[in-house]
């Protein structure tokens, strides 16, 4: 009996420090090392100041920039202490306020916008977070963009076309626009605009 608890024990101490330290640190250096950004949240910086990260959307309501998709998050959007989404079934009648909500929104923003919204622009994914539009949903806001900032259309499709994440392996998955990326990729043109002309 004694001899086998002292095996349970032993076993147990074993696997804990397999388990429970020596996995997690190999697999914090190995990240570390492999991929260093990915492994360390995939942050942004912009002239060595954290901005944000490259997985978890952001709040952008300024109509001189990409707006990203709606966030179901609470008590603020794309708030990633409470990732969720809104759990409302397609036949729910709150969701389909939610989406005419957004869609009033988006006409009001760009009255002379044609065509069907995309979708991904009136309602939130399943984390609440979800950093991407699609290609669509970019083309749609260029429009208001140009018109709002001062900006080409052809500069700021140029830019989703830099912006543009492609399909895994080319087909697995729909080629998706970072909006924080493209949003920091409009700013610096913004910033360069505005900068004092050298003498």
Same mark, same amino acid.
């Not at 009996?1 to 388990?19: G, P, Q, Y």
């Not at 998050?73 to 957004?102: C, D, F, I």
């Not at 065509?115 to 806001?141: E, F, H, K, M, R």
């Not at 259309?153 to 998955?173: H, K, Q, S, V």
């Given at each position: 009996?004694?001899?086998?608890?002292?095996?349970?024990?032993?076993?147990?101490?074993?696997?804990?420090?397999? $388990?429970?330290?020596?996995?997690?640190?190999?697999?914090?250096?190995?990240?570390?090392?492999?991929?260093?950004?990915?492994?360390?949240?995939?942050?942004?910086?912009?002239?060595?100041?954290?901005?944000?990260?490259?997985?978890?959307?952001?709040?952008?309501?300024?109509?001189?920039?990409?707006?990203?998709?709606?966030?179901? $998050?609470?008590?603020?959007?794309?708030?990633?202490?409470?990732?969720?989404?809104?759990?409302?079934?397609?036949?729910?009648?709150?969701?389909?306020?939610?989406?005419?909500?957004?869609?009033? &929104?988006?006409?009001?923003?760009?009255?002379?916008?044609?065509?069907?919204?995309?979708?991904?622009?009136?309602?939130?994914?399943?984390?609440?977070?979800?950093?991407?539009?699609?290609?669509?949903?970019?083309?749609?806001?260029?429009?208001?963009?140009?018109?709002?900032?001062?900006?080409?259309?052809? $500069?700021?499709?140029?830019?989703?076309?830099?912006? $543009? &994440?492609?399909?895994?392996?080319?087909?697995?998955?729909?080629?998706?626009?970072?909006?924080?990326?493209?949003?920091?990729?409009?700013?610096?043109?913004?910033?360069?605009?505005?900068?004092?002309?050298?003498?």
């Amino acid at each position: 009996m004694i001899r086998d608890l002292k095996s349970a024990l032993l076993l147990f101490v074993a696997l804990a420090v397999i $388990t429970g330290l020596i996995y997690p640190l190999a697999m914090t250096g190995i990240g570390q090392v492999v991929f260093p950004y990915q492994s360390n949240g995939s942050l942004l910086r912009v002239h060595g100041k954290v901005v944000g990260s490259a997985l978890i959307g952001q709040y952008f309501r300024e109509p001189q920039y990409f707006w990203s998709r709606p966030s179901a $998050t609470s008590p603020a959007p794309y708030n990633a202490g409470g990732s969720s989404a809104s759990n409302l079934g397609p036949n729910n009648p709150e969701l389909l306020q939610h989406v005419q909500k957004r869609v009033a &929104t988006l006409r009001k923003a760009d009255p002379d916008a044609k065509g069907p919204i995309p979708v991904d622009l009136v309602t939130s994914s399943g984390s609440g977070l979800d950093p991407n539009i699609s290609v669509a949903g970019a083309l749609y806001q260029v429009q208001r963009v140009a018109g709002a900032g001062g900006i080409a259309e052809n $500069t700021l499709r140029r830019l989703i076309r830099d912006n $543009t &994440t492609e399909p895994l392996l080319g087909f697995i998955g729909e080629p998706v626009v970072n909006v924080l990326k493209l949003n920091l990729a409009l700013h610096e043109i913004y910033a360069a605009a505005h900068a004092p002309q050298g003498r």
